[in-house]
C-alpha cells in the first residue's frame, strides 16, 4: 500500500505549485461533467504524486484509491449521469446545490436561495482580487463550489508568480486574501456540502473528491501562516 505524507504547505514554489494543481483539478471535475481528456490526465505520473502527497491520514489514502479506482473502472457515461444527478438536475432524491448560499442561508428544512449574501460578498472578493469568472456554461452564481476552488487556484497562481519575482509584500497580501476567503467562504460549507454529496443515492466518484477536496482546503487554512 502506498505511503502517504502531509505536504509542507507554503514551505517554497513548491508547495505552491502542488496547492494550485489540486485546486485546478478539483475545481474543473465540480465546474464541469467528466470528459475522457480530463479523467485520463487524472493518470498522469505528476498528478498521482501530487494527490498521493497531500494526504497523511489512512481514511484520506483509502478515499484516494477508491477515487482512482471508480475513474478506472467506471464509464465515462456514468460518471457523466452521476454529475448531472448530483449538480444539474434538481430531483428530491439526488439534487446537491453546489452553491454556498444554498447551505449557509437555509431556511428551516428548505435550502437557501442563489444570490443570497453569501453570494454577494463572495461576488466582492472576486471583484476586489480582479478575477472574473469566464467561459462558465450552467453556473447561476459566483459561490459555486467550483468556482471558489477555481478562485484559491488563480491565487495560488499569483502567488507563485510573485515568488518567483521576489515580490515578499504581494506574497504576503495574496496569501492574506487566500486565507481570509478559506475561513469567511470555502472552509465554512465545504464539510457540509460534501457530507450531503456523499449521502446522496447517486454520489460515487464525487463522494470520495468531496472527502479530499474537503482535506485540501481545511490543511491548506491550518496551515497558513
Known amino acids: 500500500m502506498i505511503r502517504i505524507r502531509e505536504i509542507p504547505m507554503h514551505s517554497d514554489i513548491e508547495s505552491i505549485k ?3 494543481a489540486l485546486y485546478s483539478l478539483f475545481a474543473g471535475l465540480y465546474l464541469t461533467a467528466p470528459t475522457h481528456e480530463r479523467l485520463n490526465a487524472l493518470f498522469d505520473p505528476e498528478v498521482i504524486s501530487l494527490l498521493v502527497q497531500f494526504c497523511q491520514d ?3 489514502q483509502m478515499s484516494f484509491e477508491k477515487f482512482a479506482k471508480i475513474i478506472d473502472e467506471v464509464p465515462l457515461e456514468d460518471l457523466r449521469a452521476e454529475f448531472n444527478d448530483l449538480f444539474v438536475v434538481p430531483t428530491r432524491t439526488s439534487y446537491v446545490a453546489p452553491y454556498e448560499s444554498c447551505f449557509r442561508e437555509k431556511r428551516g428544512s428548505e435550502i437557501g436561495y442563489l444570490w443570497g449574501k453569501t453570494a454577494a ?5 472576486y471583484h476586489d482580487a480582479g478575477y472574473e469568472m469566464k467561459n462558465l456554461q450552467g453556473i447561476f452564481a459566483p459561490d459555486h463550489i467550483g468556482a471558489e476552488l477555481a478562485f484559491i487556484a488563480k491565487l495560488c497562481a499569483d502567488e507563485l508568480q510573485c515568488m518567483k519575482n521576489h515580490d515578499s509584500e504581494r506574497v504576503r497580501k495574496i496569501e492574506h486574501l487566500r486565507k481570509t476567503f478559506l475561513r469567511r467562504h470555502v472552509c465554512e460549507w465545504i464539510g457540509a456540502f460534501s457530507k450531503a454529496v456523499g449521502s446522496s443515492p447517486s454520489s460515487n466518484l464525487y ?6 477536496a474537503t482535506h485540501l482546503v481545511r490543511s491548506d487554512l491550518n496551515s497558513s501562516p
Open 121 to 125: 460578498d463572495v461576488a466582492k472578493f
Open 207 to 212: 463522494k470520495h473528491l468531496g472527502i479530499l
Open 58 to 60: 489512512k481514511s484520506y
Open 18 to 20: 502542488c496547492e494550485q
